[in-house]
C-alpha cells in the first residue's frame, strides 16, 4: 500500500541526497529511522540547535562520502 504525503523542499532535498542508487524513497524513510527510536531522534530537547545543525552536517557530509564509495565514485 503506498501514501502521499507533503514534505518541505528542504525535507525532499535531505531525502534525495541519502536515497542510494535503485533505493526508493520509502526506503530511505524506513532506513534513516531505523537508526534509533523516533523518540531519540525528535523532540528530545538535549542538544541545542547549533549542535543538532553541526551533526546534520557531519552526517550528511558521512552519508555523502559513502554513498560516492557504493557509487564507485571517487
Do not use: C, H, Q
Amino acid at each position: 500500500m503506498s501514501r502521499t504525503i507533503a514534505i518541505s523542499d528542504e525535507a525532499y532535498k535531505l531525502l534525495k541526497r541519502s536515497k542510494l542508487p535503485g533505493e526508493s524513497f520509502s526506503s530511505v524513510i524506513t532506513r534513516s529511522l531505523r537508526k534509533g527510536k523516533l523518540s531519540e531522534i525528535v523532540g528530545s530537547g538535549t542538544i541545542s540547535r547549533a549542535d543538532w545543525e553541526d551533526a546534520m552536517e557531519s552526517l550528511l557530509t558521512a552519508e555523502a562520502i559513502s554513498s560516492k564509495k557504493l557509487r564507485g565514485v571517487s
